[in-house]
């Protein structure tokens, strides 16, 4: 029993590892993304025109967003399916 | 001619729409991350495997100050200390405020649903839905803002030559 606690407890470790680095991720990408991509749009790809690259900027931010809600909707899913398959054994075991 | 339309103190205002873009964005950011902070460390005591789908007016409220950055950079980019005529001043001060204030707008309605909306998810999941579709609403008043700033601001090269 207690050596099922301590794996049970080494995996939530990890688990919120996990999501530590995954919040992590997105902070970085959230604050460099938008203003690296409006000074390198507006000096290789639209030759100056910085209306272009201000949207590009905004384009960039908000898939930085959607990328952020499509991944936290794919987490849940993958624990919600984890969660089933540990309830699995147990019903067996109490047979 | 050139002294009345383009006078010394000009690049003043432009210079202000620089900060008050920077500035008012940021405060709407900062209101909407902090009372939507309050409503995540609620859930975290009870629930906190839903902590990553509860941060999600976190992030948009970091993109309102996204908005308000990406128009100071824009407006710092035509600004000239010669050169440079009262209109365009009073332009970048219109662009800066429209996109400052609409993003205090912003924050303001993204903390308030990101609270009330997190609150509720830790005893019913299927809010998650309703709270994205809200903020998405809440966060397009900021857009509003960024566009006029856009469009303000293509309007204020070219406007009158000082020399």
């Given at each position: 029993m207690s050596g099922q606690a301590v794996a049970a407890t080494a995996s939530e470790q990890a688990a919120s590892r996990a999501a530590l680095m995954k919040l992590l991720f997105f902070a970085a990408t959230l604050a460099f993304l938008p203003i690296s991509s409006y000074f390198f749009t507006e000096k290789y790809?639209?030759?100056?025109?910085?209306l272009y690259a201000a949207i590009t900027a905004i384009c960039a931010a908000n898939l930085v967003l959607v990328a952020y809600i499509i991944l936290s909707l794919m987490e849940d899913q993958q624990s919600f399916k984890e969660a089933e398959e540990r309830k699995l054994p147990d019903s067996k075991k109490q047979r | 001619m050139a002294s009345e339309l383009c006078?010394?103190?000009?690049?003043f205002f432009g210079f202000a729409g620089v900060a008050s873009a920077m500035i008012f964005s940021t405060v709407g950011a900062a209101f909407g991350t902090a009372k939507a902070g309050i409503g995540i460390a609620g859930l975290g005591t009870f629930k906190p495997e839903l902590i990553m789908k509860a941060s999600v007016p976190v992030v948009m409220a970091g993109i309102i100050a996204v908005y308000g950055l990406v128009v100071s950079v824009l407006i710092v980019g035509n600004?000239?200390?010669?050169?440079?005529s009262l209109a365009a001043g009073f332009i970048h001060l219109g662009a800066g405020i429209s996109c400052g204030t609409t993003g205090i707008a912003a924050g303001y309605a993204i903390g308030h649903v990101g609270d009330s909306f997190v609150r509720a998810y830790v005893h019913e999941q299927r809010v998650f839905v309703a709270m994205i579709l809200i903020l998405i609403f809440a966060e397009v008043l900021g857009l509003y803002g960024l566009i006029v700033a856009l469009l303000m601001n293509t309007r204020a090269t070219g406007l009158v030559d000082c020399n």
């Open positions: 790809i639209w030759s100056g025109n910085s | 006078p010394p103190y000009a690049p600004l000239n200390p010669s050169n440079y």
